[in-house]
Structure formats: C-alpha cells, structure tokens
C-alpha cells in the first residue's frame, strides 16, 4: 500500500503465547493486501532494539495490540516492553484494534494510568475456526480506521488530509472539496510537487504542511482559513504567488518584472504560525489582512521580498519575522493595536530606507533593526517607553534621530555603530544612558545630556571620534568605565559637582586638552585619562584622596602636575609616558603610599618618568620624601 509512513501497521504481542497468531496475521495483510506491517522478527536492522521498535510505532497508522489472558500481567513493571509499546502509540495517537484472543475483552482490573486508555478501544475476536473470515473483518477494521483515496490519506469522515506520499504523482494537486483541515506535515518533503488549490471548505493549514516543497511555485488559499501554522511553507524556494480568490493574480510563468506575491484577505481573523514562509526566497510581495498574529521567522530569509502590507488587529511584530530579508524596501502597518517590534524583527533587511512606527508601539526590542544600513528615516512614536539593546546597532545610514518623551531609558547599545548619525536629541525625560549606547558613532559631533540623566553607562561614547561638545548636567551621578574614552575629537571636559568618583578609562585616549574636576570627587580611577595625548592643564582639587594606576600614563602634552595634599595614595606608573613633564609638586607633608611598594622607599619609575626632574615639596619635608624615592634621586627634590 502506498502511503508516506514507514508502516502502516505495527503488531504488538506476548511471544511466549501470541507469536504464531502474530506472525499469521503479519503473513496475511502483507501478501494479501499489500500492506506494509512491522513485525520484529522480519524486519528489524542494526541499531538499538528498543530505540527501533518505537521509531517503528511512531511511524505507522495503525496499532494491532494482540490481547490474550496473561498480556497485561507484567505490565505493573514499568520496563515491560509491551506496556511501552501501548503507551507509545496512545502518546502519538495512534489508530488501536485490540484483537482477542480465547478472551471476550480487556481485563476488568485497573490497568497502568499511562496505558488504562487503551480500554476504550473496540477490537475484533481472533477466529481459530474462521481465520479468512477473520482476516476480511481486520482489513475492514483497518480501512475504517484509514482512508485512502489515490495514496493520500484522509481521515474517516474526509475532512482532514492527513498525509500525502513524497513521491506523489503529478505536478498539480486539486485537494478534494469537503477537507477542512490540512494535517500536519501533510505534504512536507514533496519535492515534485509545482501546485496546489484548495477548496473553499478549508479552514486550517498546519504545522509544516508544505514544507520543503522545493518545486511549488504557486498556491491558492481560500478566505475561510483563519491558521496557518508553524513552518507550513519553510523552504519553499520557488514559490512565488501565494493567493486567495480576491484579487485573485494568475501567473502562468516566473519572469522578473512580474510581483511574485502573497495576498492573504481572509473571511475571519488569521494566525501564521512561526517559520510559516521560511526560506521563500522568490516572494516579492505580500500583502495581509485580518491577521492577529504572525509568528516568530514566518517570512525570515525571504530574500527577495520587497514590499509588504499588514492590515488587521497584530499586536506584536515577533523575534525574527522579517531578519534576513535583504530586499525588503517598504514595510506598512495598518493596525491601531500593534504594541511591540520584537528582538531581531528586521535584522539584516540591508535594502530598508525608511519605518514609520505606529503610534500603539510601546516596546522595540534587542536587535530589532539591526545592520539596516540603508535606513536613513525611522519615526519613533511618544507612544514608546522601551528602546532595547542593539536596537539600531550598525544603521549606518541614519543621520538624525529623535526619541520621544516617553523614554526613561536609552538601551545598552541601542545606538551603537550608527556612523552616519550627527544629532541626537534626548528628551528630559530620560534617567540612564546604558551601555554602549552610542559606541562608535564616529559622526556625532554635539550631544546634548538633559539634567533628568544620572547614569551614564559603561562604553556609552566610546569610539565618538567626532564628538567635540558634551555638557555632563549635575544630576549625573555615576558616569562608568570607557565612558567617553577614544573620544579624539573632544578636547575639553567638565566634570559636575555630583560625581563622586571618575571610574576606570572614562576618558582613555580622548583628545582633551583641559580638563576640570570639581571638589566632589574623591578618587581618579585606573587609566582615567591615559593616552589624553593633548591634555595641558587640569587641576586635582583637595577632595581627591586616591590616584589609580596608568591615571596619567601616556599624557604626552602633561609639563606639570599638583598632587594636593589629600591625596593618600597612588598606584602604579600614574605618570608613566609623560615624556614632557618636568615638574610635579606635592603639597602633603608625608608623600602618599604605592599600594605593593615595600615601604618605606618605592621604584622611582614605577610612578614618574625620567623627564621628572623636579619634584616639589614642602619646606622641611625632605626626609620623608627621600625616604619615599630613594637616595639615588634626591637631586629631584626641591623645597618650596
């Protein structure tokens, strides 16, 4: 019989007291009746025994369970191969005929709670004295339970095609009148199949029915369906026109001025299932309506797809429904309920110039418009509060961008690698600009930071080489590590009376001049403002406490330098590679300590360079001072 399972029956029995009937019945409805029946002892290769045998029943449509009086005493034992084999096919749904043999039916007792559903099955009574005629009952059983028409298989009442055989014949398939329901995986791996039509009673399309049907080009659905599930047209690289009877667009030959489309106008509202149109790399245009919901990859790696409409009550554009389609030029939303553009929606979509954003928008997501390089024009809504990480991340195109009062929150990265963007406005009503939130936007030259912001994150403006003016507001209290750090074009700098702290690489390798710290800081961190080639005059207040290590090193434009006399420590080579500076002055009367330097003296190059050759300390503090450098340098100390 041909069909699209492996089997279309498996066999279960006891072989102590079941086999030679088994293997009778086998032997009938394979030559018989040409069906294909499992039956272990025939056919069973290489690999895992138990492993096999359930692949086998998850394959076939029918389970013959063979019921003597002692089949279900060892089944309190949940390793018995025979109660495995019945929970297996009542999990995958399986066609069961009981068939008893010297019983009239199941046992009264309570069977296992996994396998006590298969009493309700009917079954048929073995005939020792009429076996032909008991055979010709079982086919008649069998084909109650299936139904085949030309190698596809319905179920009984014809409303389901539940499987079609990959090898199916013809390049055109007219799906019969009366079907509602195209089952799950139906033609899936249908590799000769060009074309397919579908009555108007259908309603539902499932899960991976045409997928990988790698030569179908064309499809008509009807109104009425309201589901298309998951993968339903994964893989279907040649598909073109996909279409219900408005607007109906018949296209007899692929050519390349011709708009390969998707037109979906259901009766009722519709659902596309994730991964729907996967991979359908010849789809131009699409254009929905009615539909509530479009799962996550439904048109991903649609590489040719240009233009595409939404109508309908869609709340949530989903993770990845439109990454990887490279062409796609226009996108339109006509829904007032669309409230979130998931992570990943349009990642890649390189040909994308211009996004209105509806006003329902509340949330964009991580990554969402991700390496859209060619997009030079987004409308961001008030209705927004969330903007995600890497949201924009590489929009290499975009040169302006307002956000609107609605956010509190600039997202990690949100912004970062948009190379073309000059100005940006940030609404008062923002507290934190996160992580990398700018990094490498190498355009940017003026940024204004209202005073509602008190974080600045970590690597927010790092790499902004053109970034020249930037007022920090006194409301910020934490700016965090590489902050501004590479920001060669930024050449002066306030710090606000609220920072308490300038921590690690804030301003490594910036371009600044000059800097001003204010008397609330206690503590310059590690590399603050090393590599600041450029910096001339900046000024430690009496609040500072502690220098970190490399604080200085590399400040080549440094000739001077006063360490007040609240400073209690100093790391490591805070002035290493200040070729220029001559002279530091210290105003403490006891030098600071070098945390792991063995006390009382420390390396005089662990701290300064050679060029340091006068260090100035208070009159009458000399012995501590050379106690602190050494003898070896006593000639750098000067009194004051």
């Not at 029915?209 to 893989?235: H, M, N, Q, T, W």
């Not at 609107?404 to 949100?414: A, K």
């Not at 002279?583 to 009382?600: D, W």
């Not at 662990?606 to 501590?624: A, D, H, Q, V, W």
Request: aromatic share 12%; charged share 25%.
């Amino acid at each position: 019989m041909e069909n699209n399972n492996k089997f279309d029956v498996f066999i279960s029995y006891r072989r102590e007291n079941s086999y030679d009937i088994a293997r009778l019945i086998c032997s009938e409805l394979k030559y018989k009746y040409n069906y294909n029946v499992s039956f272990d002892e025939d056919n069973l290769g290489g690999g895992r025994f138990d492993l096999e045998l359930l692949n086998r029943i998850e394959e076939c449509r029918i389970f013959l369970l063979i019921v003597t009086a002692t089949t279900f005493e060892r089944c309190k034992n949940e390793e018995d191969w025979v109660r495995q084999e019945i929970a297996c096919a009542l999990k995958n749904e399986k066609h069961i005929i009981p068939i008893f043999v010297d019983v009239e039916n199941f046992p009264e007792e309570k069977l296992p709670e996994e396998i006590e559903e298969v009493k309700s099955w009917n079954g048929l009574k073995y005939d020792r004295n009429n076996f032909n005629g008991f055979i010709n009952k079982l086919k008649i059983f069998i084909e109650s339970k299936i139904n085949i028409i030309d190698g596809i298989e319905y179920s009984p009442d014809g409303k389901i095609l539940i499987k079609a055989p990959k090898d199916i014949k013809g390049r055109v398939f007219n799906i019969p009148d009366g079907v509602t329901k195209i089952g799950d995986g139906a033609f899936k791996g249908c590799t000769s199949l060009e074309e397919i039509s579908f009555p108007e009673s259908v309603t539902y399309i499932g899960n991976s029915a045409f997928e990988a049907c790698i030569s179908l080009a064309r499809i008509y659905i009807p109104k009425k369906v309201s589901y298309i599930g998951d993968y339903a047209f994964k893989g279907c690289m040649s598909l073109y026109d996909i279409t219900t009877e408005e607007n109906f667009l018949y296209i007899r030959y692929a050519h390349p001025y011709i708009p390969y489309k998707l037109t979906l106008f259901p009766d009722s509202e519709l659902k596309i299932g994730k991964e729907a149109f996967y991979g359908c790399s010849c789809l131009k245009n699409a254009s929905i309506r009615s539909v509530v919901q479009i799962g996550e990859y439904a048109f991903c790696a649609c590489t040719a797809l240009e233009r595409i409409e939404i109508h309908g009550n869609l709340k949530e554009i989903e993770r990845d429904t439109f990454s990887g389609c490279k062409d796609l030029k226009y996108i339109a939303f006509e829904t007032t309920n669309l409230t979130i553009i998931g992570g990943r929606a349009f990642v890649g979509c390189t040909s994308l110039k211009k996004f209105n954003i509806p006003d329902s928008v509340t949330k964009i997501g991580n990554w969402a418009f991700h390496g859209c390089t060619e997009l030079t024009e987004i409308s961001i809504p008030d209705s927004v509060e969330e903007i995600g990480g890497y949201a924009f991340d590489g929009c290499i195109g975009l040169t302006e961008i307002t956000i609107p009062d609605s956010m509190t929150e600039i997202g990690d990265e949100s912004f970062a690698g948009c190379t073309g963007l000059t100005k940006f406005n940030i609404p008062d009503s923002v507290k934190k600009i996160g992580e990398r939130a700018f990094e490498g936007c190498t355009g940017l030259t003026e940024i204004n930071i209202p005073d509602s912001v008190t974080v600045i994150g970590e690597w927010a403006f790092y790499g902004c080489t053109g970034l020249t003016k930037i007022t920090i507001p006194d409301s910020v209290a934490e700016i965090y590590w590489h902050a501004f750090a590479g920001c060669k074009g930024l050449t002066d700098i306030t710090i606000p009376n609220s920072v308490t702290e300038i921590r690690d690489w804030v301003f490594c390798g910036a371009g600044l001049t000059k800097a001003t710290i204010p008397d609330s800081v206690t503590k310059i961190g590690d590399y603050v403002f090393a590599d600041c080639t450029g910096l001339k005059e900046i000024t430690i207040p009496d609040s500072v406490k502690e220098i970190g290590c490399n604080a200085f090193d590399g400040c080549a434009g440094l000739t001077q330098f006063s360490i007040p006399d609240s400073v209690m420590e100093i790391c490591h080579c805070a002035f290493n590679r200040c070729p220029s500076l001559q002279s530091i002055t210290f105003n403490g009367a006891f030098p600071p300590t070098v945390p792991g330097a063995f006390p009382p003296s420390i390396p005089f190059d662990s701290l300064f360079c050679p060029s340091t050759t006068n260090i100035f300390i208070p009159k009458g503090t000399k012995e501590n001072y050379l106690k602190w450098i050494g003898e070896e340098n006593e000639h750098r100390l000067k009194e004051y």
